[in-house]
């Protein structure tokens, strides 16, 4: 039996438009008639219990006095609101952190090719989740690959990721989607043998900055900001302060954890003596074209991968150096927390996900790691002399 003021709203490809059994997951519409308003108002749940829970105190709140029309919103109006506040810094990222400036730029670039001209006119709580399947089918029918599927997508799920915080809609239609799977590669790891001699191939005024992203996991925007004031060679350490951005120009780190200490390994303080001598300068940027201007990512690249090809190596990215890094520490034993920090990841969780198939993980491996420490501790030469002595 029907329920008074409530609809169910099925989904497009639902059997039941045809007479059959419903085959989704339908949502249900509540609505109530607000004679002070002249209209009906109206608010989309999962549930059927949701909608009449809901029905009946609006019900009640209407005879009071306390629930009015709200303004309707649409998917326009929401995106520029949600752009606004990204920029503010008031709207933040799942980690808690501020999103990064080209992290904004790029959102703002896919709904303004794709997403609002597919929905901008829509009411937010009007789409629903087969409006939305429809249009990642149909990006995938115009080409666009799975990754750049998922990257449009992005900027809406941010949306009504606020707007269901906020009560501003009570069902989020970028749930549940299918999606086309991400086949992504591994990123290229180069062990000790194989970075070092992808240094020494470099030209010496550039092995410094491919250095320091290989043996101290900086990320490309944090070399582009590092600074000597930030660079302690004598204690071993240098701290992450900034980031760099292209149209912002020096930004806060990626995360609070990305403000973090890093130790500096001998090979690495070799390298980074050998370039302060040769640029003459302790202050300011320490990979700079000048004190207070940053190297150019692309220049970089493009002169590495020139004497890479003339040495015969196969080229490495500076975020493929970064994973070098981490693998570099894990080899060496350096326990997932400490790594964590030292990457600048926001959680364990993270590192674990990235590089857990890196650390050891059978009997064999986790008997030789136990046995290298207690022979460090000469701990077997202790227990054998208990042994002797019993």
């Known amino acids: 039996m029907a329920d008074e003021g409530i609809e169910v709203r099925h989904e497009k490809a639902c059997r039941s438009h045809d007479g059959g059994r419903c085959n989704c997951k339908p949502t249900?519409?509540?609505?109530?008639?607000?004679?002070r308003d002249r209209r009906r108002l109206r608010k989309s749940f999962p549930t059927r219990a949701a909608a009449k829970s809901w029905r009946q105190d609006a019900l009640v709140a209407l005879r009071q006095g306390e629930l009015r029309a709200v303004k309707t919103v649409t998917v326009k109006e929401a995106a520029a609101a949600w752009l606004e506040g990204a920029r503010e810094g008031s709207i933040r990222n799942r980690s808690g952190s501020p999103y990064k400036p080209s992290a904004i730029r790029a959102y703002e670039k896919e709904l303004r090719l794709r997403v609002l001209p597919a929905f901008g006119s829509r009411r937010l709580s009007d789409l629903a989740r087969n409006d939305v399947q429809d249009f990642v089918?149909?990006?995938?029918?115009?080409?666009?690959s799975a990754s750049s599927v998922q990257c449009s997508l992005l900027p809406l799920r941010a949306i009504y990721r606020r707007a269901i915080q906020r009560g501003e809609v009570a069902v989020n239609p970028c749930t549940g989607l299918d999606l086309p799977a991400v086949r992504s590669r591994r990123d290229r790891i180069a062990d000790p043998t194989e970075a070092a001699a992808l240094l020494a191939a470099l030209p010496a005024t550039e092995r410094a900055?491919?250095?320091?992203?290989?043996?101290?996991?900086?990320?490309?925007g944090e070399l582009r900001a590092l600074r000597?004031?930030?660079?302690?060679?004598?204690?071993?350490v240098l701290r992450v302060e900034s980031g760099w951005d292209d149209v912002e120009g020096e930004i806060a780190p990626k995360s609070r954890e990305g403000r973090r200490t890093v130790p500096v390994a001998g090979v690495l303080r070799d390298v980074l003596v050998e370039h302060r001598m040769r640029?003459?300068?302790d202050r300011g940027f320490v990979f700079g074209r000048t004190a207070s201007d940053p190297f150019v990512s692309d220049t970089l690249s493009k002169r590495a991968a020139k004497a890479w090809k003339a040495a015969g190596l196969a080229p490495i990215t500076l975020h493929e150096c970064r994973h070098t890094f981490a693998s570099m520490m894990i080899a060496a034993g350096v326990n997932a927390k400490a790594l964590s920090r030292y990457m600048g990841h926001h959680s364990i969780v993270i590192t674990l996900d990235l590089y857990g198939h890196l650390m050891p993980g059978n009997e064999d491996e986790a008997a030789g790691l136990l046995d290298a420490y207690l022979a460090?501790?000469?701990?077997?030469?202790?227990?054998?002399?208990?042994?002797?002595a019993a």
């Open 209 to 220: 900055t491919w250095a320091t992203a290989m043996y101290a996991g900086l990320r490309r």
């Open 228 to 236: 000597w004031e930030n660079v302690n060679l004598a204690a071993g």
């Open 28 to 35: 249900y519409r509540a609505s109530v008639w607000s004679n």
């Open 376 to 388: 460090r501790a000469d701990t077997a030469a202790r227990v054998a002399q208990l042994g002797g």
């Open 137 to 144: 089918d149909r990006l995938g029918r115009d080409g666009l």
């Open 279 to 281: 640029e003459g300068r």
